[in-house]
């Protein structure tokens, strides 16, 4: 199948090249990183020489230091060109960042790398790199990309669709019928998460443990915990667990970009609690996978991911909002604009109303409102400016400059 354009992460890394500074795409494995590579790769051809290394190719096995690194591309540089240094996976080949650092450096010489890993953006690789980095963090497809990829038009069963299996681009090669298939494949890319970037690079001993607190994190999706917090539900289970040993393991968990961490934001004090957090999913379909055994999809965890998810994808820092005893779902800050988002399955019922509206009134400030529903009868409700819209309005609308 031909492959289709990421028209906002090539256009964005294009605009980033010529300026002294590496571009770094993270993001969690199969997000489509490498295809945004290979797009780059082919398009820069035409505008001088391209140096295209892939670490998961067998061929470049031997490339584990960065001397190594930086030896091949050395001897790949064309003199008197543009010549764009391309590396997949560079996380595998250990200290790369020696390699990169030197090589942004020289004149007429772009970098662009892709990773897995959140180590390889350390506070010491950060400091190597002496702030001459750009981070474009590549997440998987929102809704408006999912209907691009599998050709269909906005509706409630391609809405459900997406909502169920989230956004990994390789997916829309499997039929969406075929759910052994999808399953399946949602399943190996989860066991390579695990066992690659976590068990194998962390050096984890109690597998079970950490794979017991994955589904944990899927099945309490959008719910305040802490470490503490787990360490005692495990105890009531008995299963003794430090919280010391449940904070390196969400530690670990949240370095592989698979789970993101959100902090909690007090509105009045303007500042960020340091204690009990949320934590989204970077992919539905995954999450999905972890609780398929459950009797329902538990939609209304789902569609707050999937809000949470396109807020970030819009390029704003999103946290969860406190303010007098009272929680807003997402705070989501750009600059110095500022949205608030309530998310909510159904507004039917009296209670259901207030708490939605009515926590969102609080707020004295005039920054925009929202409340994000799947209510069928959303068009209907307008109160003190707070704007009512559907999920999928929401996520298919929402731009940067709202």
Known sequence: ?????????????????????????????????????????SELAANGNVIYIDMEDPANADITTFRVLSE???????????????????????????????????EGVDVVVTGSNAA????????????RYHRVH???????????????????????DYLRWGGLPFLYRIPLEDERARTEYLGSIYDTIFVKDIVRRKNVRNVALLDNLT??????????????SIAKYLKGSEMTVSANTIGDYMDALCD????????????????????????????????????RDKRSLDIEKVLEGAVYLKLCRS??????????????????????????????????GEDTYEREFGNLKMIKDNYPKYVVTMDPNVGLIHDSGIIACSAREFLLNLKPGI
């Open 1 to 41: 199948m031909e492959r289709i354009r990421r028209n906002d992460y090539m256009t964005l890394v294009c605009n980033m090249l010529g300026k002294g500074e590496a571009v770094v795409l993270t993001g969690h494995r199969r997000v489509g990183k490498s295809c945004i590579l290979e797009m780059l790769a």
């Open 215 to 228: 589904r944990f994190v899927a099945d309490n999706s959008g719910k305040l915990f802490s470490a503490n």
């Open 138 to 160: 590549v997440s998987s497809l929102d809704y408006q990309e999912f209907l691009m990829f599998y050709g269909l038009e906005d509706s409630d069963k391609a809405f459900s």
């Open 256 to 291: 592989t970009y698979m789970i993101d961490r959100v902090k909690r934001y007090d509105i009045k004090g303007k500042s960020v609690f340091e204690q009990q957090d949320k934590y989204y999913f970077e992919d539905l379909g995954l999450r999905n996978y972890l609780c």
């Open 315 to 348: 390029g704003f820092d999103v946290y969860v909002g406190q303010l007098n005893g009272k929680e807003i779902d997402f705070v989501a800050r750009m600059g110095e604009k500022i949205i608030y988002v309530q998310v909510a399955l159904q507004l039917t």
């Open 72 to 106: 091949q591309i050395k001897t790949s540089i064309h003199e008197g060109e543009r010549n764009y240094v391309l590396v997949d996976e560079v996380q595998e080949v250990k200290e790369f960042e020696k390699a990169l650092c030197y090589w942004v450096k020289q």
């Open 120 to 131: 390889m953006l350390s506070s010491d690789i950060a400091s190597s790199f002496a702030g």
